[in-house]
């Protein structure tokens, strides 16, 4: 059996071969700077800055830019967006009562927006998101008020694992990639004439267990969006060039790179 998204936990997953949490935090922060300093141009010292938060997720990044806003005179507040219901909670949880708006159980594409913010944030939440959704698209520009800011960022196809991940698919899923990488989206941006201006972004992970079956299959497993009971035999002796590549030097680096666009609403 075949599945898309993968139900296993990321954390329990990983955490056998790399220290998860060092990565997580440091990709956090390094993006939360680029954010932050965005915001605090584009809005200059206004003292609540109301945020939309499109694919919320557990708060990880709200919480981050609350740390990294706290030294500052702007108080940001978050209406808070995901389809998902645990993950609404979890956000309850993460980022403080001060901080939260309103809660919003929803997918952005049928999101209908009540109101326009002074920034609308999407961290790595756009993946499965069908580029040519338009409305979606241009909501990033529209639902900001005059002088506002749009931050998206997508892992970028200079990663190792979008790489991997295109030539292991068809295997795999029996389709091609069909994960929405931040080159498709800028590039949907200028066919629909909305300005943005992009940066990138390496964040460090680096695998401290290597060299044997199962971190091959923690990793395949993350990669390709399989539970690890589902990986095939032949998808890992197929691909030893994956093998030899990725695992099998110790302390290796994969090379992660995101793209973050800025769209910004005229004043
Ligand atoms: C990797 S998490 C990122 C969470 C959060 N943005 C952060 O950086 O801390 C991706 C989240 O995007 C949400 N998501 C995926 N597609 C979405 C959509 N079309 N509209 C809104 N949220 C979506 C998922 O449910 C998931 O919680």
Redesign the pocket.
């Known amino acids: 059996m075949k599945c898309d998204i993968s139900k296993e936990s990321y954390l329990e997953r990983f955490q056998e071969y790399l220290d998860f949490e060092k990565i997580v935090k440091s990709e956090y922060l390094v993006i939360g700077k680029v954010l932050a300093e965005t915001i605090k141009t584009a809005l200059g010292n206004v003292p609540r800055v109301r945020v939309l938060?499109?694919?919320?997720?557990?708060?990880?990044?709200?919480s981050t830019l609350v740390t990294l806003f706290a030294c500052t005179q702007m108080r940001l507040i978050f209406d808070f967006?995901?389809?998902?219901e645990e993950?609404l909670t979890l956000y309850e949880r993460n980022v403080p009562e001060a901080h939260r708006g309103a809660r919003i159980r929803?997918?952005?594409?049928s999101y209908d927006l009540k109101q326009p913010y002074d920034a609308i944030i999407?961290?790595?939440?756009?993946c499965?998101?069908d580029t040519r959704e338009t409305e979606g698209l241009r909501r990033f520009e529209t639902g900001l008020k005059a002088g506002g800011v749009t931050l998206i960022t997508l892992p970028s196809v200079k990663s190792d694992w979008v790489t991997y991940a295109r030539q292991l698919w068809p295997s795999v899923h029996g389709a091609r990639f069909g994960k929405t990488v931040f080159e498709d989206l800028a590039s949907r941006f200028d066919c629909l004439g909305i300005n943005h201006e992009d940066r990138f972004v390496e964040v460090p992970v680096r695998i401290e267990k290597t060299g044997c079956d199962a971190a091959l299959k923690a990793i395949f497993s993350m990669m390709m969006y399989v539970d690890r009971e589902q990986i095939e035999a032949q998808w890992l002796s197929d691909y030893r060039w994956f093998k030899r590549g990725i695992l099998w030097r110790q302390g290796f680096r994969m090379k992660f790179v995101y793209g973050i666009t800025t769209v910004r609403r005229g004043v």
């Open positions: 938060d499109v694919g919320c997720g557990d708060g990880r990044m709200a967006l995901d389809p998902v993950a929803g997918d952005w594409v999407a961290n790595n939440s756009l499965g998101f």
